[in-house]
């Protein structure tokens, strides 16, 4: 695909001679194929070829962008112009510019090759074994929506600075998502995910079975008790309640807008020591794994929090550049919008403790399955809904609840973090445990 690399090559020289002082063309090309299901039944089923240029250019530090859908000199020709135009009209920023290119190492295992002959038929064929899976394991079960879907393609970038680079990317993933039924009770909606960069490296029956088995243990759901205590945060509940805020607060972006609580905290203790995350984008199968950033920049293993310290934050080359730094290699984005701050594959370390002895060492206590509520990541509250939880008395996993509320802020339990488990799940680009949290409320009724 050095087609693409010529192609940004052409749009940064255009740009340049049309007025620019810097530029940047960033190229995608994908295939995607998506089925999907809908009410226990499969409902569409499509694959396409997507084509993307991104254009960002600089004129006397001001910012101009603009988006194409094709390759054609016409269409590039006049996101150039449009980019120009907007340029004209920015406000100027000192801050504004591309970044000196740095060494990529490229990456392994980012591709897989049977992606390209993997085809709608196929997909097809994992979609229904996936229905088939959830709706033979019990007839109470209803799928309510599911999806099976693959993507690869390759991305490019060429600035005006030197930077040139470009890999091929695959992804395969597929989600279900439902409950169970019998006569007037309804159970919890749960939902299951895997995914892997190659065909063959997820297994939607299996996604399908644990589903069904979730929505099936959580009939006959009861209220359970109010009062303050421990809670146990399943992977999924842990990654809205405290992987949300995490993400959002050390991203340089909020910190500089100081709507970030780590803010001065750097080297200090943000949470329990039992807490360690990290930034991988070189993760096996991860699904923002990746060698380079949307600025074509070096990617790399990050430490956030170690052992409850908070290590560093992520820049882009904007945000480091009022700081007088280097960028992370943390732009985040697509050929069709400005870079941003992101992350990429967000890794919590796994603990010490089986998620067996955890629940055994609470005497009172709830597992949430999944939250459904509000989390404020700029001041932490948050409150909302256990979804799929079950109450725990004497160490034991109890009865499915129903009508339980949670509530708390999560900075100020982070540096009570109790428990963290050795088991974790992975989560589309991230990896959680099992968190224990101590002195939440908790209100039933």
């Not at 995350?277 to 430490?303: C, H, M, N, W, Y």
């Not at 099992?434 to 002195?439: A, F, G």
Request: net charge negative; hydrophobic share 40%; with cysteine.
């Amino acid at each position: 695909m050095d087609e693409l690399l010529t192609i940004c090559e052409r749009a940064v020289d255009r740009a340049l001679g049309a007025g620019a002082d810097e530029a940047e063309a960033f190229a995608v090309r994908e295939k995607s194929i998506n089925v999907e299901v809908q009410k226990n039944d499969l409902q569409i089923a499509k694959s396409m070829m997507s084509d993307g240029l991104g254009i960002r250019l600089f004129k006397d530090r001001s910012l101009g962008f603009a988006f194409v859908n094709a390759f054609d000199e016409k269409g590039v020709g006049e996101s150039i112009e449009r980019a120009l135009g907007i340029a004209s009209a920015a406000p100027r920023d000192d801050h504004n510019g591309l970044p000196e290119p740095t060494g990529v190492d490229y990456q392994d295992g980012l591709f897989d090759e049977d992606a390209e002959s993997y085809g709608i038929d196929r997909a097809v064929e994992q979609a229904l074994a996936m229905l088939r899976a959830a709706r033979d394991y019990d007839p109470r079960v209803t799928v309510d929506v599911g999806e099976l879907a693959g993507q690869h393609g390759w991305k490019a970038i060429v600035s005006s600075k030197g930077v040139r680079a470009m890999e091929a990317l695959s992804v395969f993933y597929c989600y279900i998502l439902g409950m169970a039924k019998e006569g007037e009770t309804v159970s919890s909606f749960d939902y299951q995910f895997d995914g892997s960069v190659s065909p063959a490296g997820f297994d939607p029956t299996a996604v399908a079975r644990k589903f069904a088995e979730n929505v099936v243990g959580s009939l006959g759901a009861v209220q359970g008790e109010s009062f303050k205590g421990p809670i146990l945060l399943a992977p999924k509940a842990a990654a809205d309640v405290v992987g949300y805020p995490i993400e959002y607060s050390i991203r340089a972006s909020t910190v500089q807008k100081e709507t970030s609580k780590f803010c001065g905290k750097l080297g200090h203790a943000v949470a329990s020591d039992l807490l360690s995350v990290t930034d991988d984008a070189t993760l096996k199968d991860g699904f923002s794994s990746s060698s380079f950033d949307r600025e074509g920049l070096a990617r790399q293993i990050l430490p956030i929090v170690d052992g409850g310290v908070l290590r560093n934050f992520l820049y882009d080359s904007y945000t480091a550049r009022k700081e007088g730094l280097e960028s992370t290699g943390h732009a985040g984005g697509g050929a069709g919008a400005v870079p941003s701050i992101s992350t990429t594959n967000l890794v919590f370390s796994p603990g010490e403790t089986p998620l067996e002895e955890i629940v055994a060492g609470i005497d009172r206590g709830i597992l949430v399955t999944r939250f459904s509520g509000n989390v404020d990541p700029v001041s932490g509250d948050f409150s909302g809904s256990v979804k799929g939880g079950r109450m725990i008395r004497g160490g034991k996993l109890e009865e499915p609840l129903c009508g339980t509320m949670i509530a708390g802020n999560i900075f100020g339990l982070l540096p009570g973090i109790s428990a963290v488990s050795k088991e974790r799940e992975r989560l589309f680009s991230d990896v959680l445990p099992y968190v224990k949290l101590e002195d939440v409320a908790v209100t039933s009724g």
